[in-house]
Antibody, heavy 113, light 112 residues
Framework: EVQVVESGGGLIQPGGSLRLSCAAS????????MSWVRQAPGKGLEWVSV???????KYADSVKGRFTISRDNSKNTVYLQMNSLRAEDTAVYYC???????WGQGTLVTVSS | DVVMTQSPLSLPVTLGQPASISCRSS???????????LNWFHQRPGQSPRRLIH???NRDSGVPDTFSGSGSGTDFTLKISRVEAEDVGVYYC?????????FGQGTRLEIK
């Protein structure tokens, strides 16, 4: 069964760092594009980042220079390292196989003092 | 960035009646390979989004045939032929032709 499971969210102070994890099963992350999408409370969906099969990465302008997407093929896991967090980064973060067919349940990141 | 504009933003519908959501893009979504990377998603309250339609009109596995997608270029439509109770929630269009990937604002479907 194909599944993606996010973890690592929580409450963090502005300026802090957090690393989200996305553990995949039923498929190989290195053979798929993998994306992160976020949804602020009560708002719509915003694409955040993607990692291609070859390792190339792209970011939304809103997170460029602060967030880093990576993967560990041995663990079949994708990560999102989030630095210099701001209040506007508060959202549920979804890991998505970027054929857009499988989404995780999301992990909530709250940036607040 | 490609702007995706959905209408209406709120859609009250009577059970058993049809519903239609429009999605317009600020640029053509036809990619250089000839494909049009326009997807539709449904998000029920408290759940993750679920893809319904990919590449304009291809229904995903398990999606009822009451759902259909159509359109081309910059103008796309999601239609529900007969709304059922489980269809409530927010519907989003998304383009993956141009970077960055962008979503519409969402259309909230509710039962009258």
């Amino acid at each position: 069964e194909v599944q993606v499971v996010e973890s690592g969210g929580g409450l963090i102070q502005p300026g802090g760092s957090l690393r989200l994890s996305c553990a995949a099963s039923g498929f190989t992350v290195s053979s798929n594009y993998m994306s992160w999408v976020r949804q602020a409370p009560g708002k719509g969906l915003e694409w955040v980042s993607v990692i291609y099969t070859g390792g190339t990465t792209k970011y939304a302008d809103s997170v460029k220079g602060r967030f880093t997407i990576s993967r560990d093929n041995s663990k079949n896991t994708v990560y999102l390292q989030m630095n210099s967090l701001r209040a506007e980064d508060t959202a549920v973060y979804y890991c998505v196989r970027a054929a857009w067919d499988y989404w995780g349940q999301g992990t909530l990141v709250t940036v607040s003092s | 960035d490609v702007v995706m504009t959905q209408s209406p933003l709120s859609l009250p519908v009577t059970l058993g009646q049809p519903a239609s959501i429009s999605c317009r893009s600020s640029q053509s979504l036809v990619y250089s390979d000839g494909h049009t990377y326009l997807n539709w998603f449904h998000q029920r309250p408290g759940q993750s989004p679920r893809r319904l339609i990919h590449e304009v009109s291809n229904r995903d596995s398990g999606v009822p045939d009451t759902f259909s997608g159509s359109g081309s270029g910059t103008d796309f439509t999601l239609k529900i032929s007969r709304v059922e109770a489980e269809d409530v929630g927010v519907y989003y269009c998304m383009q993956a032709t141009h970077w960055p990937i962008t979503f519409g604002q969402g259309t909230r479907l509710e039962i009258k």
